[in-house]
């Protein structure tokens, strides 16, 4: 530490008279020349930083006064004060600043932002954030705010300042900010981060239908500690209702935690060109879309393949199925070339594990010639989201199913079927067959039932009829 005695007052004529600042300088030998002492990276005992200067007056040559006062924070805030989505009551806020530190002096290093409640302003929570903004500089600075969990939800007013210096609130120049806490989110909120990564097996940025394809994302969480099943989805571009389930990535996450995510698997889909997609699965059965799709987009070009041994032409297996019970359908290909190899027909989760195989056995199928594999399995595989995966093999080699979009089939596992509007036969979907039940229902040809009497009038007649074609139709 170095301590100035005997300052001169006396500055002479070349100083003009009037207010001044007195400037810190050294230099180390004769010889060198003299440098600016800035002030030092530190705060005293008040949490103000040091200076290396004084505001001072002149008159007749000679100096009158020194202002000690500190330096203090002159902040404008060039974007919205606000968080970047919705903000859950002990939830996480995510603030993106674009900031000017106008201060020649003053570096921020712990930026504070502060809740004030619109209904009550004696109702203020804050929350530090350590940051390095230099003096005269613009900079973007990323804001994670844990919100405490005695803060209510409600509406509440946002500032900003320096620690040390609320009584120096940031200028913000796209008026005052208010948000909205929303009550407390039973589940994790999960947002992306950045976007989504993508490479073939063998590191290649290309990929084919069959190739080996590894996906990495990284997603933060907004709302309450808990599980989160991450499910990545590939949306064709030309015809957006054709949209795969990939993989699924299942974590628990605290709140505030980001956590990268990752999936591999054989490509699937046919060729062509494909959006990735994220959704999130939570322990309340609700599944909901990612709301950073659309600002990280990515889309991905899948060539053909070249190992095609089989193609799908139909499959038929019900949207769900009772534990314990019997799942019936059937899946029908078709060969290319001459098939003589197994074919596998599996059912797993979408985390691609557990489930098991519904069918297996060799599969002789001439070239250009359709057949028709007859399903019936006995499903014990615990309640939950299952996909349908179809491989064809000549002997230990694996081939790639083409039409991917005619084998492609989710089925939900449950402990009893749900109730279904229309549902008249049972197998958890409207259809014609549902059509044909109620019609001949009508026509006396087949005992009445409770789902056939859709109107709830007590009978089964034409407009139960005209409702089960409607829900059929989606109208």
């Known amino acids: 530490m170095a301590k100035f005695y005997d300052i001169p007052k006396q500055v002479g004529s070349e100083v003009a008279d009037g207010d001044a600042t ?47 006062s500190c330096a203090h924070p002159d902040v404008t805030i060039l974007s919205d004060l606000l968080p970047d989505d919705e903000v859950y009551e002990q939830g996480t806020a995510m603030f993106n600043l674009r900031l000017r530190n106008n201060s020649e002096t003053v570096r921020l290093s712990n930026i504070v932002i502060r809740f004030t409640s619109t209904a009550d302003d004696r109702v203020v929570f804050d929350y530090e954030n350590e940051v390095k903004v230099y003096d005269s500089l613009d900079e973007t600075v990323s804001l994670l705010v844990n919100l405490s969990d005695s803060m209510p939800s409600g509406e509440y007013r946002l500032t900003a300042f320096e620690k040390g210096f609320e009584q120096y609130p940031f200028e913000q120049t796209q008026g005052e900010a208010i948000v909205q806490v929303l009550p407390k989110a039973e589940t994790p909120v999960m947002r992306l981060t950045t976007a989504v990564q993508w490479r073939r097996a063998d590191s290649e940025q290309i990929a084919n239908q069959g190739d080996n394809v590894y996906f990495a994302l990284n997603a933060r969480n907004y709302g309450s500690a808990g599980n989160v099943g991450v499910i990545l989805n590939l949306v064709d571009v030309n ?110 989760q979408y985390t691609l594990t557990n489930g098991g195989i519904l069918y297996m056995g060799n599969q002789q199928i001439a070239q250009g010639e359709e057949k028709t594999i007859n399903i019936s399995s006995r499903i014990d595989f615990e309640p939950g989201r299952y996909l349908i995966m179809v491989e064809a093999r000549h002997g230990s080699t694996e081939g790639t199913v083409g039409n991917y979009a005619n084998c492609y089939k989710l089925i939900n596992v449950v402990t009893e079927l749900p109730t279904v509007k229309g549902d008249v036969t049972g197998d958890g979907k409207v259809d014609v067959s549902d059509v044909n039940m109620v019609i001949n229902m009508m026509l006396g040809k087949a005992e009445p039932t409770a789902a056939a009497d859709v109107t709830g009038d007590g009978t089964v007649d034409v407009s139960d009829v005209n409702i089960v074609i409607n829900i059929m139709l989606g109208k």
């Open 22 to 68: 007195l400037w810190m300088v050294f230099r180390e030998s004769d010889e060198a020349d003299w440098q600016l002492m800035r002030y030092c990276r530190g705060r005293d005992s008040r949490g103000n930083p040091y200076v290396g200067f004084f505001n001072t007056t002149v008159v007749d040559g000679c100096i009158q006064n020194i202002d000690e």
């Open 239 to 348: 015809d957006p209702t054709k949209s795969y389930v990939y993989q699924q990535s299942n974590a628990t996450v605290a709140q505030g935690e980001a956590r990268t995510f990752t999936f591999y698997r054989k490509l699937p889909v046919d060729p062509g060109t494909y959006r990735v997609i994220i959704t999130y699965a939570t322990d309340d059965g609700k599944i909901t879309a990612d709301p950073n799709n659309d600002t990280y987009p990515l889309t991905i070009n899948i060539g053909e393949a070249s190992d095609i041994f089989l193609n799908a032409v139909a499959i038929d297996l019900p949207d769900y199925v009772v534990k314990g019970e019997k799942l019936t359908g059937s899946l029908t290909l078709s060969a290319p070339s001459d098939h003589n190899g197994y074919v596998y027909v599996r059912m797993r």
